[in-house]
């Protein structure tokens, strides 16, 4: 392999809902309006996103004696074909994100074992493993779409309505997620780390084939081009 010129920096929300519209399996951007685009380019070319986002609910500092302001979730890493290990693109995205919000202590991420993701990626950056998250419902549509609870509650993103699910709709039960954490100072490191579990193995299904069913092409005509990569 090659050596790749790997370039990180900030990037356009037009960017980054590209990415994960095109390269990222839930097909969309999550639903905040305070999330932090991490933009990735190889050889000058855009190669994705890392998305920071203050989660789905205020209390996902709560666990850990944190306010809402302290933690943050990592809850996107949208790329298409890449030749740069993710753990370094997620450990400098890290990076860019103390620089822009100094008062965040710790970054939680999830792994969908629904996805065949076991948290590899995470794994690999040293980040502490803590168990899975309660399982939950969510409603499939006839199309085969799965729709989260939350985008039918009443919000700021809907109008401040609540939602029906489309007609024909069934809720169905999925396991939790693989919770893994970020501290990012010693005095949350030396407190969360006693919650650490050991690695979930591996799935079956080899993450680079399920990375591959999820991306679209290593070369993308398409795919935006933000105007300033280094500003």
């Given at each position: 392999?090659?050596?790749?010129?790997?370039?990180?920096?900030?990037?356009?929300?037009?960017?980054?809902?590209?990415?994960?519209?095109?390269?990222?399996?839930?097909?969309?951007?999550?639903?905040?309006?305070?999330?932090?685009?991490?933009?990735?380019w190889?050889?000058?070319?855009y190669?994705?996103?890392?998305?920071?986002?203050?989660?789905?609910?205020?209390?996902?500092?709560?666990?850990?004696?944190?306010?809402?302001?302290?933690?943050?979730?990592l809850?996107?890493?949208a790329?298409?074909?890449?030749?740069?290990?993710?753990?370094?693109?997620?450990?400098?995205?890290?990076k860019?994100?103390k620089?822009?919000?100094?008062?965040?202590?710790?970054?939680?991420?999830?792994?969908?074992?629904?996805?065949?993701?076991?948290?590899?990626?995470?794994?690999?950056?040293?980040?502490?493993?803590?168990?899975?998250?309660?399982?939950n419902?969510?409603?499939?549509?006839?199309?085969?779409?799965?729709i989260?609870?939350?985008?039918?509650?009443?919000?700021?993103?809907?109008?401040?309505?609540?939602?029906?699910?489309p007609?024909?709709?069934?809720?169905?039960?999925?396991?939790?997620?693989?919770?893994?954490?970020?501290?990012?100072?010693?005095?949350?490191?030396?407190?969360?780390?006693?919650?650490?579990?050991?690695?979930?193995?591996?799935?079956?299904?080899a993450?680079?084939?399920?990375?591959?069913?999820?991306?679209?092409?290593?070369?993308?005509?398409?795919?935006?081009?933000?105007?300033?990569?280094?500003?």
């Amino acid at each position: 392999m090659g050596k790749v010129e790997l370039c990180i920096d900030w990037a356009t929300h037009e960017a980054a809902k590209y990415a994960c519209e095109h390269w990222h399996y839930s097909g969309c951007l999550p639903g905040s309006n305070k999330c932090l685009f991490v933009g990735v380019w190889e050889d000058k070319k855009y190669t994705g996103v890392v998305i920071f986002s203050p989660g789905a609910t205020p209390s996902l500092g709560a666990t850990y004696g944190l306010v809402q302001t302290s933690c943050t979730e990592l809850v996107r890493i949208a790329l298409t074909n890449h030749k740069s290990e993710v753990s370094r693109i997620v450990a400098i995205a890290l990076k860019f994100l103390k620089s822009r919000s100094p008062g965040i202590r710790l970054v939680v991420s999830f792994a969908d074992p629904q996805q065949s993701h076991h948290g590899g990626v995470y794994q690999a950056g040293n980040w502490i493993y803590t168990g899975t998250s309660s399982a939950n419902s969510v409603w499939q549509d006839p199309s085969g779409k799965i729709i989260h609870p939350r985008s039918l509650t009443a919000s700021d993103f809907n109008g401040g309505k609540k939602k029906s699910p489309p007609v024909g709709s069934k809720k169905i039960k999925l396991p939790g997620k693989h919770r893994y954490l970020m501290p990012l100072d010693d005095e949350m490191r030396k407190q969360v780390l006693p919650l650490a579990k050991p690695y979930p193995k591996r799935v079956k299904q080899a993450m680079a084939s399920v990375q591959e069913a999820q991306r679209q092409g290593s070369t993308d005509p398409h795919a935006p081009f933000p105007q300033a990569i280094n500003g």
